[in-house]
């Protein structure tokens, strides 16, 4: 068996809204077994910035449309590289083991969230 299929990088993304601090976003995860992409975005940013929040209505459409497009490896590299605005964090993995990629996303967006 591939070892790296045993594992899954994740990252979480910021959003950094103009003249306020960095705001978690939600979590990635690029499951090691097939190379898909899942995430899971908070629903509503405390931003009181219209741009933000009209790009933050469109985030999950968007992604959705370039994991089609491009495959998650390609998306997560593209997010390590965009704006200033939306900024992933450094990759972790983390061993899945017999867990579904839902199952750590859940447990990862958690354990975010309450940091």
């Known amino acids: 068996m591939n070892t790296e299929s045993l594992y899954a990088d994740w990252a979480v993304l910021?959003?950094?809204?103009?003249?306020?601090?960095?705001?978690?976003?939600?979590?990635?995860?690029?499951?090691g077994r097939d190379q898909i992409l899942y995430f899971?975005?908070?629903?509503?940013l405390a931003s009181t910035d219209q741009t933000v929040i009209d790009l933050w209505g469109h985030m999950a459409t968007e992604l959705n449309q370039r994991i089609a497009d491009y495959g998650g490896t390609d998306v997560l590299a593209w997010l390590e590289?965009?704006?200033?605005?939306?900024?992933?964090?450094d990759r972790h993995q983390i061993l899945h083991r017999d867990k579904s990629p839902a199952v750590?996303?859940?447990?990862?967006?958690?354990?975010?969230?309450?940091?």
């Not at 590289?81 to 964090?89: A, C, K, Q």
């Not at 958690?110 to 940091?115: G, I, N, R, S, T």
Request: hydrophobic residues 40%; without cysteine.
């Open 104 to 115: 750590l996303l859940e447990q990862l967006y958690l354990a975010e969230v309450q940091k």
């Open 81 to 89: 590289t965009m704006s200033n605005t939306f900024r992933l964090n």
């Open 14 to 31: 910021f959003v950094h809204s103009p003249g306020q601090g960095p705001e978690f976003g939600g979590v990635f995860l690029l499951d």
């Open 40 to 44: 899971k975005l908070k629903d509503k």
